[in-house]
Structures are given as C-alpha cells and as structure tokens.
C-alpha cells in the first residue's frame, strides 16, 4: 500500500488546462475528488476556503469575463488577442475555481496560513483526481483578481479567486517531469 | 487502488506536536516523505519552498528561541509559561519548519500563489508521511515570525517560516474528525 500510495504521488503531473479534454469526471466523480479537500488541514475547523464549479452553460459567460480583463489591462489588444483569452474559458473538461475565504474576524489566522490549507486542500483534490483516473492542472491569471471576475464568481469582499483547477482526460501521455531530490530543497539545522 | 487512496486520504488527521511522540521517521522514511514535497505543483519549477529539520541536538536551541519570543511579546510572563514555551521545542518525534522561499524578483508570482504551492507540498508530506505509517500534525505561532528564530533557521531576508511541521507516532488511537461534505464548500455558477 505505502509504495502505491508514494507512487501516485509522484505520478501526477500538471497537465496544462488546453489540453484537459474530455472525459472529465461526471457528477460523482467530482463530488469525490471536492470530498477530499475537507480532509485537509484547515486550521481548527476553520476551513477558510471553498470552490466553485464553472459549469459548461458558464463558459462563455467565463469568456467574456476574460476578453473584459484583458481590455481593461491592454487596451490595445487587437482581435486576434481578445479571441485567444476569451477562449481560455472553453479549456479544461471540468474546471473550477478556488477561493479564499480570509475573514478577518476569524481567529486572528494570518492570511499565510488560511492559503497554506487552501494549497493543502487543492492537492488532496488533484491526488484523488489522479487516483480517480483524471488528469489536472492549475492556472492563474490576470482576470481573477478583477471586479468583473468577483462579479462573475459571486465572491464577498473577504474572499478572493486564487487559481483555477482543471480536470480532465490529458491530451498527451507525456510522463511526469523530473523533480529534484530533496537536497535541493531540504536542510538539518 | 483508487479506493484505498482516497480513504487513506480521508484517514489522515491531525495529531497536536505534543502527542507525536517516538518512533517518528527514520533517515531514509523522512527521504521519502520529503521527496514526496517535489511532486507538488511548483509553479513551472520556481518551488517556492524548502523545509528544515530540526535534529534532537537543536532542540534545546529551539527551546530558547520560544522562550525569548514570549519575553519579547508578553514580558510579564511568569516562569511557568517560559517553561512551557521552552518545552514545546521537546515536541514531534521529527521537527520541521517549512519556509516560504519569496523571491520577488521570482517571475513576478504572487505571494499567494507561492503559499498555495508550500500548502499543496506540505500535503504530499502529510500524506505520504501516513503511508508509511507516521502520524502528523502542523503547529505555528508567533515565535516563528521573530528576528531570533529567523537567526536559528538561517533565513534570508525573502524567506519566512510558515509552519512547523511534526511527524511521529500518535499517543492516542483518535478517530479522524467527522469532516463536512462538499455542500459546505462547494458550489455551482
């Protein structure tokens, strides 16, 4: 068990959300793989996230949102552009969108670990993704942090869109990149 | 396969440092759950993150630095809180900080990003740490934010310490907490 387990870990790769296709997990499927997210740590129940789905009747409404963004941060963006961005909203089988919840009443928790648990909380999603079947990939991007975008997402001033998280069936087989031992990134006093 | 994994994912559970008692991972099982941390999303190889042990050698170090951090923030505090600040450096089989590596000049990443991936690499550990039969658990507090812990771990100015992390065996056979199903947490555009 521990040897499979070590190895599903190290097998999930990120797929970038273009190449997400279809299948993506059906209703179930996903209901299991948001499941996991509640068994991060959450900082004593305080659980200070959540996620919403972009289902596909949203996409081009999503769309619009990013041709929108875009305009606003390059207003001489020509056509071509503004057709590239709005068309990031069809990538990704299934895709959602992760939120900050940083009450500020809220125990006094400083903010970096309100998105430590968040960070906790998408991986646990990507791992039984992996383990589901689905390849995953995170994106970010100018557009999440824009009053269009909060509009969009429904989001309370005390919360904010942190990345979005896509499920699917990856395009390619490429395996997974080669990561670095942990000399390279761990250290004994 | 993916049954098992996503019921060790729901089994894993936080154990408080104090209860992480001995035997906690040896060299070559602390290997594997740190090599776990490279396979989380890094942010296309920037890995925002490394993590320090604290050997058993440092731990009376460690100690002094939590009792100067609460003479610094509550001088009043009597001889048995210091005692108690000092005694929490004894807790965890195995001690680590994880450290938030924000280089500014890093592609221009937001913060928040960052911490969602050392959040997403703090899982892996977490969870690969279960697999192999350890429990876990995260702690932090106000020491870890001073200028004589920044000292101890030999942080650079665009480094913070996040979190301690405590790996062990649990005092105590606790039941994983009920955790809240996705309608908590999970919503639909």
């Known amino acids: 068990m521990d040897e499979q387990f070590l190895h599903l870990i190290a097998r999930r790769r990120h797929v ?19 499941a996991a997210a509640a068994h991060a740590p959450d900082h004593g129940t ?11 009747a949203r996409r081009a409404a999503l769309g619009d949102v990013f041709a929108a963004a875009l305009a606003a941060r390059r207003p001489d963006a020509d056509a071509v552009a503004r057709a590239a961005a709005r068309d ?16 500020p009443q809220a125990h006094g928790v400083p903010a970096a670990e309100k998105l430590v648990s968040l ?11 992996e383990a589901l079947g689905f390849a995953s990939g995170l994106a970010s991007g100018g557009a999440l942090d824009t009053a269009t975008m909060r509009d969009f997402l ?5 919360e904010a869109a942190i ?13 997974p990149r080669e990561r670095p031992g942990p000399a390279a990134f761990f250290s004994s006093l």
């Open 16 to 34: 970038g959300l273009r190449r997400l296709l279809a299948p993506g997990p059906g209703d179930a499927a996903l209901q299991r793989i948001v």
């Open 46 to 56: 305080l659980r200070p996230w959540r996620f919403i789905l972009v289902p596909a």
């Open 88 to 103: 990031k909203a069809a990538h990704a089988a299934c895709l959602l969108v992760a939120v900050l919840v940083d009450d």
């Open 119 to 129: 960070g906790a909380a998408i991986q646990n999603m990507l791992l039984a993704a």
């Open 154 to 158: 429904g989001l309370a001033p005390h």
């Open 163 to 175: 990345c979005f998280i896509g499920f699917g069936t990856a395009a390619d087989g490429k395996p």
